[in-house]
């Protein structure tokens, strides 16, 4: 039996692959293992049977059998861990390729995700304009960081593995505030994961509910 994900009814991002189950249907796709797509809408993620997959209503979920879970990065290790193609077979290599995902989401992503809310949402606050160079000089530093260390790799660590999956998706964030050009490696970096056939194939399927969504 194939797993179930969870994803927006309706897309809030207009299609453009930032929703977070945008990173398990990549995954999914990495490894080639079909899945089913439950959409919510945003009223039925706060009720008690989508509470019962993810406590604080938000998506995805992922269901296989007896087990489910919920935050991207514990769907994603999951996957990784189960299937080849993801995680290096070679013990340390691995433990970096982990070590990768955590920082991804646990180092990289928190002062993008606060630039973005900030941009998004408090544009009209009397301190907006205070606030926002602190805001990107935090972004900036995790890039200068993240940028020297991946210097002239392709990947993090070696080859393609799960932790490069995730930064990807973290970085992409940054798409309309062009602060990705000030970092070539990176932007290079980006557009290297984005031209991944099981990325492309995910975009599409993401892309094909906004699109629908649009139409009806």
């Known amino acids: ?33 079909p899945y089913n797509v439950r959409l919510v809408s945003f009223e039925a993620m706060k ?17 296989d059998g007896d087990l489910v879970l ?29 070590a990768w995902m955590f920082a991804a989401l646990n180092t990289v992503e928190p002062p993008i995700v606060d630039l973005g809310m900030a941009t998004l949402l408090e544009r009209d606050e009397s301190w907006y304009e205070e606030r926002l160079p602190n805001l ?3 972004v900036s530093v ?13 990947w993090l660590d070696g080859a ?8 990807v998706t973290v970085l992409r964030r940054l798409n309309s505030s062009h602060i990705l050009g000030d970092y070539p490696n990176l932007s290079s970096y980006v557009a290297r994961g984005e031209a991944r056939p099981a990325f492309r194939r ?7 509910v906004f699109t629908a969504a649009s139409t009806s």
Do not use: C, K, Y
Request: proline fraction near 5%; charge should be negative; avoid cysteine.
């Open 202 to 208: 995910a975009f599409g399927a993401q892309l094909a």
């Open 1 to 33: 039996m194939s797993p179930t994900i969870t994803a927006f009814e309706t897309s809030p991002d207009r299609g453009m692959g930032q929703a977070r189950d945008m990173r398990v249907r990549w995954a999914l796709e990495e490894v080639g293992l």
């Open 70 to 98: 919920f935050e991207t990065g514990a769907i994603v290790l999951h996957i990784a861990e189960h299937h080849d193609g993801l995680l290096p077979t070679e013990t340390n290599a691995r433990a970096r390729a982990i």
């Open 142 to 154: 995790r890039l200068d960081e993240l940028s020297r260390h991946l210097g002239g790799a392709d």
């Open 136 to 138: 990107r000089d935090r």
């Open 47 to 63: 009720e008690p049977e989508h509470l019962a997959l993810h406590p604080f209503g938000q998506i995805p979920t992922f269901e």
């Open 160 to 167: 393609f593995s799960a932790g490069d999956l995730l930064m």
